[in-house]
């Protein structure tokens, strides 16, 4: 089971980055989908988590910005983030749970079983 993210980058406050997340080894049917970030010198933070039915959780200090999709058919998870700030610096991280053992909240609170290496992203101007 892997996870290979794309899309990070540097980008200036108030800019836009997609970031994506493409499984292999396995079907995304029946997994809670989330993506994460971890800036320098703190813990993992959930940032959107997403269930097979399309149900999100959105942390707070993201609602408004990001949003999260799935396509279950070319098993691909996509993080779209807008009005990007400096505080949203952080290495980008997809990870997955069973959707028969945790909902998208629980994923985004307790993180995934599964994990991709993460892209880097940098707000800065």
């Known amino acids: 089971l892997q996870f290979v993210e794309s899309g990070g980058g540097l980008v200036r406050p108030g800019g836009s980055l997609r970031l994506s997340c493409a499984a292999s080894g396995f079907t995304l049917d029946g997994y809670v989908i989330g993506w994460f970030r971890q800036a320098p010198g703190k813990e993992h933070e959930g940032v959107s988590c997403?269930?097979?039915?399309?149900?999100?959780y959105v942390t707070d200090s993201v609602k408004g910005r990001f949003t999260i999709s799935r396509d279950n058919a070319k098993n691909t998870v996509t993080l779209q983030m807008h009005s990007l700030q400096p505080e949203d610096t952080g290495v980008y991280s997809c990870?997955?749970?069973?959707?028969?053992?945790?909902?998208?909240?629980?994923?985004?609170?307790?993180?995934?079983?599964?994990w991709g290496q993460g892209t880097q992203v940098t707000v800065s101007s």
């Open positions: 990870a997955a749970g069973p959707a028969s053992m945790m909902t998208v909240k629980h994923l985004c609170n307790s993180g995934g079983d599964y």
């Open positions: 997403i269930n097979s039915n399309g149900y999100t």
